[in-house]
């Protein structure tokens, strides 16, 4: 049989219309609906293009980024909450109350006269209110942004893994595929080596039943191709899969420069569920504030203009609540231990970082480990014993059940070369993920 080639590579380039890399930033959320359509509406342009030439695993990011409908969903989630911004600074509106009296009746009228009265008031908040609502209001803003981004990156998470297994599921056909043809090519000269009886007819058969493992192998690699086609197809916003998409890339996975400790401190620098652990102390922090602002009195301060009969006269009055019972004791004590308990969870996040990384990176190095042995040493093995036991059996030097181990032993090895090859680019890809940065090279 031909040694099979595992290194899946085109020189094609879409011609896709890509997006940005991220849509939700801190800056242009004005902007933001009208930038969900124009990018909804290139990525279907994109999506459309995919019958001309494969995606690159980039390219499907990027789709997923823009037409996910659970990302969309989080993104106008992100808008509602920031919109929360606007109305933490609002100011306390003015009152205005007109009255009349006694003005359907003459002004000699001995009941009275007629008598004319505006006011004028206004509350006026004290202890910064206003200033620890709108930092509150950011403060949360980040924190969901943040929660965004941490979705963002589950999301790319999913479409890695779905574009990995259709790449293995890709490779798997295709050495289906070559190890039917193979075959039957060597079936078919069995088949004259029998008609000239050069071997039995019990040999023949045994050789014909093992085209059947092929040909399930084939049928089984074509259905697992489609399936993971779906699944991908799915996670980048698809409404209905395409039998015609389809992916390009390499299955032999790249070899990571960064150690470990570089990648635990990416991890902090860049992981979105961290920074939100970290964008809720400040919530808290300005809830504690808000909550002694609000202990304080707020005084109503009001003028007054009368008009009555030929007189006119003006006044003022100011009310000042007296808080001598409640002056949100209760709220005061809960935000404090609430803040507290946000300074735990950051130390939890952070150490959850650490212990993320830390079993993303050994998963790595165990797994590339075994990728290489089988792509240094036991595929060449494999192809070597194959070949020998070929050659071997056709001028008579070993017996058929030899051939057809042989047979099953390449088989098996190059399907556990592609399993390992899969399994390390699913590390590398775990490791993006824990880290929240793109590891490979």
């Known amino acids: 049989m031909q040694k099979l080639r595992l290194h899946l590579r085109t020189n094609h380039k879409c011609g896709c219309p890509i997006l940005g890399k991220a849509f939700v930033s801190r800056v ?17 342009a994109a999506f459309a293009q995919t019958t001309a030439a494969p995606l690159t695993l980039p390219q499907v990011v990027e789709l997923a980024k823009a037409k996910n409908p659970n990302l969309l969903a989080a993104q106008q989630n992100l808008l509602s909450v920031q919109a929360q911004e606007i109305q933490a600074a609002v100011r ?8 009349g009296t006694n003005v359907t009746l003459p002004q000699s009228n001995p009941a009275g006269p007629y008598n004319y009265s505006a006011q004028l008031s206004r509350l006026f908040e004290r202890g910064e209110k206003r200033r620890w609502r709108l930092d509150t209001a950011r403060s949360t803003t980040d924190e969901t942004r943040d929660q965004y981004n941490l979705q963002e990156q589950q999301t790319i998470l999913a479409v890695k893994q779905a574009f990995t297994s259709m790449l ?43 085209l059947a493992q092929f040909e399930t192998d084939e049928s089984s690699a074509e259905a697992t191709l489609r399936q993971t086609s779906y699944q991908l197809q799915t996670l980048i916003g698809s409404d209905h899969p395409n039998d015609s998409f389809d992916i390009a890339g390499d299955i032999v996975p790249p070899a990571l420069t960064s150690s470990l400790t570089d990648l635990e401190q990416k991890a902090l620098a860049a992981r979105p569920d961290y920074k939100a652990a970290q964008d809720a102390i400040r919530v808290a922090d300005a809830g504690v504030k808000l909550a002694y602002a609000n202990g304080t009195t707020d005084p109503t301060i009001e003028g007054e203009y009368d008009r009555a009969g030929t007189y006119n006269s003006a006044g003022f009055n100011i009310s000042i609540p007296l808080r001598i019972f ?25 150490n959850q970082v650490f212990s993320d990384v830390d079993q993303a990176y050994v998963g790595y190095t165990t797994s590339k480990v075994l990728a290489d042995r089988y792509n240094g040493h036991y595929l060449d093995e494999a192809k070597d014993v194959l070949s020998i036991a070929q050659f071997a059996y056709e001028h008579g030097g070993i017996a058929l059940l030899d051939y057809l181990n042989a047979i099953q032993d390449d ?23 824990v880290t929240a940065t793109e590891v490979a090279p």
């Open 92 to 99: 306390q509106n003015p009152n205005l109350a007109v009255t």
């Open 411 to 433: 088989r098996t090895t190059t399907l556990n070369a592609l399993n390992a090859y899969a399994q390390t680019w699913m590390a590398i890809h775990q490791l993006s993920y």
């Open 28 to 44: 242009g959320f004005t902007s933001l609906p009208a930038l969900v359509l124009i990018a909804f509406l290139a990525a279907g």
């Open 326 to 350: 409640d002056r949100n004791q209760g709220n005061k004590e809960t935000s404090k231990y609430v803040a507290q308990a946000s300074r735990f969870s950051e130390i939890a996040a952070r």
């Open 168 to 210: 293995l599921a890709k490779a798997a056909l295709k050495l289906a595929q070559d190890n039917l043809k193979d075959f039957r090519h060597e079936l078919d000269i069995s088949k004259a080596r029998y008609d000239a009886g050069d071997i039995g007819k019990i040999d023949y058969e045994r050789l014909d039943l093992q």
